[in-house]
């Protein structure tokens, strides 16, 4: 029981982090981290040395469950603002983050997963890879696309 | 190359300068990429270490809300459901408010039955894992 005290004091944070930003609501944020430490909980046993990946790709996998029970969200475009305004505008971090934040709930759900673990975690290729439990190469792929998407969608609305 | 070619170099974090030299859109662009780059790092939530004194002020503070509040023991209790009885204490709605501000340090009530004159015990988890709080107030029969 120390043990799991343990782990889910260290990595509470990092789970109920990814949960938010993979599902941008609080509520389904703390609802899926709790189900993930339920998971960590049961399978306590069949876990051994580092427990970080593991609780990524289930945060991850309750957080695509989610999704997939809730339904797609809303199409970008949808809500778009009027992208008239082409020039270089500044905003300020605060508002870029708040944009990011929307925008992150726009992209698709690998997408979405692939950007939040590499550039928000800051896990490397192949550690977003191992997790997916997909190629290295498509992960550059869809970091690739997410990125362009997202500065697409901060540049129309700022 | 084109814009299209050059998305993709930009977006993998790759060089593209030979192109970004003759296409102001795609310089955009790339500013674009580096500014989003940074913010992304930044909403990143890591635990903030919060000094001993502050620490000792929170616990401080939450002894006397408890004390005069008095609550109904009942309120300490948690009931559990099913295997969810049995974790510790599961990820609490206020870390939503820590999000934001960046904080750490939390109050998480024991979530396990106590008898009315047993004391109430706050238990407060900093972001150093060896160290915890705990604030034991004595209660009173009849007080509830």
Redesign the interface.
């Known amino acids: 029981?120390a043990w799991?005290?343990?782990l889910?004091?260290?990595h509470?944070?990092?789970?109920?982090?990814v949960a938010?930003?993979l599902l941008g609501r609080?509520?389904d944020a703390?609802d899926a981290?709790?189900e993930v430490?339920?998971r960590l909980?049961?399978k306590r046993d069949q876990i051994q040395g580092d427990a970080k990946p593991w609780l990524y790709r289930v945060t991850v996998n309750v957080c695509n469950d989610w999704h997939r029970k809730r339904g797609p969200t809303a199409d970008p475009d949808e809500n778009a603002a009027d992208p008239a305004n082409d020039a270089?505008t500044a905003i300020t971090?605060q508002d870029?983050?708040r944009l990011?934040?929307e925008g992150l709930k726009a992209l698709g759900e690998r997408e979405r997963t692939a950007?939040v673990l590499r550039?928000?975690?800051?896990l490397s290729t192949r550690e977003v890879a191992r997790i997916l439990g997909i190629e290295e190469a498509t992960v550059?792929s869809q970091?690739?696309?997410?990125?362009?998407k997202?500065?697409?969608y901060?540049?129309k609305r700022s | 190359m084109t814009c299209q070619e050059c998305e993709v170099l930009l977006g993998n974090g790759e060089d593209a300068r030979e192109h970004l030299a003759s296409c102001a859109e795609c310089r955009m662009l790339a500013e674009d990429l580096r500014l989003n780059a940074a913010a992304l790092r930044e909403m990143r939530v890591r635990p903030v270490r919060w000094p001993w004194p502050v620490a000792a002020a929170a616990a401080v503070v939450m002894a006397i809300g408890i004390w005069r509040t008095a609550p109904d023991p009942q309120t300490a209790l948690v009931a559990g459901k099913g295997d969810r009885s049995l974790l510790p204490s599961p990820p609490p709605r206020s870390l939503a408010a820590d999000l934001k501000a960046g904080q750490s340090l939390r109050p998480v009530k024991e979530r396990r039955h106590v008898g009315a004159a047993e004391p109430l015990k706050v238990k407060m988890l900093t972001s150093d894992p060896d160290v915890v709080i705990y604030w034991i107030v004595d209660r009173k029969e009849g007080t509830e």
């Open positions: 029981m799991f005290e343990r889910m004091r260290v509470e944070r990092m789970v109920l982090g938010y930003r609080m509520e703390q981290a709790q430490f339920l909980f049961q270089l971090i870029r983050k990011l934040a950007i550039d928000i975690e800051g550059r970091i690739s696309v997410a990125r362009v997202l500065a697409k901060v540049r």
